[in-house]
């Protein structure tokens, strides 16, 4: 073993310092202000930069994020920040090498930077696409039907969602410098929120030259991103009701930020994803030879070895059948042995790297020793220094680099309160024995609230057991099976399309989630009034409000014959009643095989509670309804993709008639074609004007058409 030479000093004085991001233009520190923290390559000790925020216009920042963010951004709509998203994350797509040389100094390696800057860019692609897929093209969402709140009709009520006034602060930790931060942005840009960035000093440079990227691309409005390079220990002062804090880091900050009096008397929303000792549970059914248990061990060494363990979504506790410690323990120490090499990320063949700093070095093994002074026995690894893989492709100990093995704990007292208590934030887990079902629920509760934790199993009763039993305990379960092994992005992996948070000690947040999390950043408000007027302010044609009869007599004027230019909510057209008759019903039954007694036998049918005898098919109904509303020559309405919210409330036996109302309910022009969506309230009724069947007949429209 050789001991690799120390890192040539240098002068921090001399050292770039990184800059802010304040107002839409790059800031460093005047000279003269204070030293600033210190920034090192976690795999070779050499200074990279300082981080100085001394002097920097906190209260300007959140000022400018109020006025100039929120008016840029609210000059555009849900869909057109949705789209800018895309754009940028085409951008940064094609420039993330840039990032990843970069990341490496960090002790992550290509996996590592892959899992970071991909994904953090995988993350802006995921909402500039659910942003236009589910979202309506305006500022304003409605939330839930309408409610009647008066007899007539006159009175009614909704929710609808806005965003929030202020800014988004959005702070992170250092282990994901780049996908920590976009995980908030996009949300937060989608809903039309301005953000400013707070990261973590020792990586915060990377976030910084993500931020750059973003700023060059010349995509993002004026104000709609700032970044603080530094301590930003008074900005929660700046801070009031339409703002909110997002923060991911350990609980004692989190803690001390919510006990701030701007969140606790203010109203400052905040949202945490705090510590978190998850929990991967291995089946009874689980034993050496099989997948599962083979998956398990794979996702043990993967989530304790991926960013050196530095994840907030690792297995700190591999929670097994009493009788399989002895073989997890060895499958995992084996697997260490033959898939893990420890060393600079720049080395070829290095598969783990540094730790992000010799603090956390420090704060690693210290947790580690409490642990073994607790009780737990080190069964793989060692905490002596280890000997690495450098940059030169040399075995060595390197002295000023924050190195570890990967650690497996074992524990005779499985109820510990350091093992359930103390999260080791590296390459370190422990394996715990349990001898029940309830038991491995009980073991996995004990971490008092967890971001994620997985459940491998292949026999369903077992996973519906252990499911629901630690379920209200964690933000997400991982299943894991034979079935899902090679395909499932694991466990240490939050996708955007689900939450990502979890309850008690994981801090009670929740990111990501789809559309979820852009409805983070914005206010529910019942909103109350006649159909006419929240029609107005949704954008929505509401049951009730005035309605735009086309004339009969006037083909032209049937809404089929406009384009979204042309078209308003409100345009309607009502039928002719058409007479249903016993051959009709017959007919279609035999024609479509639809034989159900209800409409083939009159004594049955007649049985029934819900009939006064044979009854016409619903979907019968429903396709004479479009011959009865359709102007069949070519025209504005390109296609029919479908119904929705379909429901049959009169059934309409033979001699009974039958209209339909259609109504233009929401128009959704797309911002990149040349056509748009229209959703038409459609409403059936019968002679006597009962209501027989509603639903919504979703069409594409083109947005100019021919006179």
Same mark, same amino acid.
């Given at each position: 073993?050789?001991?690799?030479?120390?890192?040539?000093?240098?002068?921090?004085?001399?050292?770039?310092?990184?800059?802010?991001?304040?107002?839409d233009?790059?800031w460093?520190?005047?000279?003269?202000?204070?030293?600033?923290?210190?920034?090192?390559?976690?795999?070779?000790g050499?200074?990279?930069? =300082?981080?100085?925020?001394?002097?920097?216009?906190?209260?300007?920042?959140?000022?400018?994020?109020?006025?100039?963010?929120?008016?840029?951004?609210?000059?555009?709509?849900?869909?057109?920040?949705?789209?800018?998203?895309?754009?940028?994350?085409?951008?940064?797509?094609?420039?993330?090498?840039?990032?990843y040389?970069?990341?490496?100094?960090?002790?992550?390696?290509k996996?590592?930077?892959?899992v970071?800057?991909d994904?953090?860019?995988?993350?802006?692609?995921?909402?500039?696409?659910?942003g236009?897929?589910?979202?309506?093209?305006?500022? !304003?969402?409605?939330?839930?039907?309408?409610?009647?709140?008066?007899?007539?009709?006159?009175?009614?009520?909704?929710?609808?969602?806005? $965003?929030?006034?202020?800014?988004?602060?959005?702070i992170?930790?250092f282990?994901f410098?780049v996908?920590?931060?976009?995980?908030?942005?996009?949300?937060?840009f989608?809903?039309?929120?301005?953000?400013?960035?707070?990261?973590?000093?020792?990586?915060?440079?990377v976030?910084?030259?993500?931020?750059?990227?973003?700023?060059?691309?010349?995509?993002?409005?004026?104000?709609?991103? +700032?970044?603080?390079?530094?301590?930003?220990?008074?900005?929660? #002062?700046?801070?009031?009701?339409?703002?909110?804090?997002?923060?991911?880091?350990?609980?004692?900050?989190?803690?001390?930020?919510?006990?701030?009096?701007?969140?606790?008397?203010?109203?400052?929303?905040?949202?945490s994803?705090?510590?978190?000792?998850?929990?991967?549970?291995?089946?009874?059914?689980?034993?050496?030879?099989?997948?599962?248990?083979?998956?398990?061990?794979?996702?043990?060494?993967t989530?304790?070895?991926?960013?050196?363990? +530095?994840?907030?979504?690792?297995?700190?506790?591999?929670?097994?059948?009493? @009788?399989?410690? #002895?073989? !997890?323990?060895?499958?995992?120490?084996?697997?260490v042995?033959?898939?893990? =090499?420890?060393?600079?990320?720049?080395?070829?063949?290095?598969?783990?790297g540094?730790?992000?700093?010799?603090?956390?070095?420090k704060?690693?093994?210290?947790?580690?020793?409490?642990?073994?002074?607790?009780g737990?026995?080190?069964?793989?690894?060692?905490?002596?220094?280890? @000997?690495?893989?450098?940059?030169?492709?040399?075995k060595?100990?390197?002295?000023?680099?924050?190195?570890?093995?990967?650690?497996?704990?074992?524990?005779?007292d499985?109820r510990?309160?350091?093992?359930?208590?103390?999260?080791?934030?590296?390459?370190?887990?422990?394996v715990?024995?349990y001898?029940?079902?309830? @038991?491995?629920?009980?073991?996995?509760?004990?971490?008092?609230?967890?971001?994620?934790?997985?459940?491998?199993?292949?026999?369903?009763a077992?996973?519906q057991?252990?499911?629901?039993?630690?379920?209200?305990?964690?933000?997400?379960v991982?299943?894991?099976?034979?079935?899902?092994?090679?395909?499932?992005t694991?466990?240490?992996?939050?996708?955007p399309?689900l =939450?990502?948070?979890?309850?008690?000690r994981a801090?009670?947040?929740?990111?990501?989630?789809?559309?979820?999390?852009?409805?983070?950043?914005?206010?529910?408000?019942?909103? +109350?009034g006649?159909?006419?007027m929240?029609?107005?302010?949704?954008g929505?044609?509401?049951?009730?409000? #005035?309605?735009?009869l086309?004339?009969p007599?006037?083909?032209?004027?049937?809404?089929?014959?406009?384009?979204?230019?042309?078209?308003?909510?409100g345009d309607?057209?009502?039928?002719?009643?058409r007479?249903?008759?016993?051959?009709?019903?017959?007919?279609?039954?035999?024609?479509?095989?639809?034989?159900f007694?209800?409409?083939?036998?009159?004594?049955?049918?007649?049985?029934?509670?819900?009939?006064p005898g044979?009854v016409?098919?619903?979907?019968l109904?429903?396709?004479?309804?479009?011959?009865?509303?359709?102007s069949?020559?070519?025209?504005?309405?390109l296609?029919?993709?479908?119904?929705?919210?379909? $429901?049959?409330?009169?059934?309409?036996p033979?001699g009974?008639?039958?209209?339909?109302?259609?109504?233009?309910?929401?128009?959704?022009?797309?911002?990149?074609? @040349?056509?748009?969506?229209? $959703?038409?309230?459609?409403?059936?009724?019968?002679? #006597?004007?009962?209501?027989?069947? /509603?639903?919504?007949?979703? /069409?594409?429209?083109?947005?100019e058409?021919?006179?």
């Amino acid at each position: 073993m050789t001991t690799a030479p120390e890192a040539p000093a240098t002068d921090a004085a001399a050292a770039t310092v990184v800059p802010s991001y304040i107002r839409d233009s790059w800031w460093t520190p005047a000279s003269g202000a204070g030293r600033g923290a210190e920034v090192r390559d976690a795999s070779t000790g050499k200074l990279l930069a =300082v981080v100085n925020a001394d002097g920097l216009d906190l209260a300007g920042m959140v000022q400018h994020a109020r006025t100039v963010g929120q008016r840029e951004l609210g000059a555009l709509t849900i869909h057109e920040r949705a789209l800018k998203l895309k754009e940028l994350a085409q951008y940064l797509n094609a420039r993330r090498d840039e990032v990843y040389e970069l990341s490496y100094r960090t002790g992550a390696t290509k996996l590592d930077s892959m899992v970071d800057v991909d994904g953090g860019i995988g993350v802006l692609f995921t909402f500039g696409s659910k942003g236009r897929r589910e979202l309506p093209n305006t500022n !304003v969402i409605v939330d839930g039907p309408m409610e009647a709140l008066s007899r007539d009709g006159s009175f009614v009520g909704e929710h609808i969602y806005t $965003r929030i006034p202020g800014v988004a602060v959005q702070i992170n930790a250092f282990n994901f410098p780049v996908w920590g931060m976009l995980e908030k942005f996009a949300p937060a840009f989608v809903a039309g929120v301005p953000t400013i960035v707070k990261p973590a000093t020792p990586t915060g440079y990377v976030t910084e030259a993500m931020v750059r990227l973003m700023v060059a691309s010349g995509i993002l409005p004026s104000g709609s991103i +700032q970044l603080v390079s530094g301590s930003a220990r008074t900005l929660l #002062d700046e801070l009031d009701y339409r703002d909110m804090v997002s923060f991911t880091g350990s609980a004692s900050t989190a803690n001390m930020l919510k006990s701030h009096p701007n969140v606790v008397h203010g109203g400052v929303r905040f949202t945490s994803e705090t510590d978190s000792l998850n929990a991967a549970i291995l089946g009874p059914d689980a034993v050496p030879g099989t997948p599962e248990f083979e998956a398990f061990v794979k996702s043990v060494v993967t989530e304790m070895t991926v960013k050196a363990g +530095q994840k907030c979504t690792a297995i700190r506790r591999a929670i097994v059948p009493a @009788e399989l410690v #002895d073989d !997890v323990v060895a499958a995992i120490g084996a697997r260490v042995g033959e898939r893990v =090499v420890v060393g600079d990320p720049r080395a070829e063949g290095a598969t783990m790297g540094a730790l992000a700093s010799l603090e956390q070095l420090k704060d690693v093994r210290g947790a580690v020793e409490s642990l073994v002074a607790a009780g737990g026995r080190i069964a793989v690894g060692s905490l002596d220094a280890p @000997e690495v893989l450098t940059a030169s492709g040399e075995k060595a100990v390197v002295a000023d680099g924050a190195f570890m093995s990967p650690l497996v704990l074992t524990w005779d007292d499985v109820r510990a309160p350091a093992l359930h208590g103390t999260e080791a934030f590296g390459p370190v887990s422990s394996v715990v024995g349990y001898t029940s079902l309830e @038991e491995a629920v009980e073991l996995a509760a004990l971490g008092s609230g967890s971001l994620v934790a997985s459940v491998c199993t292949n026999d369903p009763a077992t996973a519906q057991a252990l499911v629901t039993g630690i379920a209200a305990h964690h933000g997400r379960v991982l299943m894991l099976n034979r079935e899902d092994a090679k395909t499932s992005t694991g466990h240490g992996s939050p996708v955007p399309h689900l =939450v990502h948070g979890g309850p008690g000690r994981a801090g009670g947040g929740e990111e990501l989630g789809g559309i979820r999390s852009v409805k983070h950043h914005m206010q529910r408000t019942a909103l +109350q009034g006649s159909p006419n007027m929240l029609t107005a302010v949704t954008g929505v044609w509401h049951t009730g409000a #005035d309605r735009h009869l086309a004339d009969p007599a006037d083909p032209s004027a049937h809404p089929f014959r406009k384009s979204l230019a042309e078209l308003r909510i409100g345009d309607a057209v009502r039928s002719e009643l058409r007479q249903v008759t016993l051959e009709d019903i017959t007919a279609f039954a035999n024609e479509t095989g639809d034989t159900f007694y209800a409409h083939t036998n009159e004594e049955a049918a007649a049985a029934n509670p819900f009939f006064p005898g044979i009854v016409a098919h619903g979907y019968l109904l429903v396709s004479w309804a479009a011959g009865l509303f359709v102007s069949p020559e070519p025209g504005p309405v390109l296609a029919n993709y479908g119904l929705e919210n379909l $429901r049959f409330i009169t059934p309409v036996p033979a001699g009974d008639s039958i209209r339909v109302t259609l109504t233009a309910k929401e128009i959704t022009p797309r911002v990149t074609d @040349e056509y748009g969506e229209v $959703r038409w309230d459609a409403v059936l009724t019968n002679q #006597d004007d009962e209501i027989v069947a /509603t639903y919504d007949v979703l /069409t594409l429209v083109a947005k100019e058409w021919p006179a």
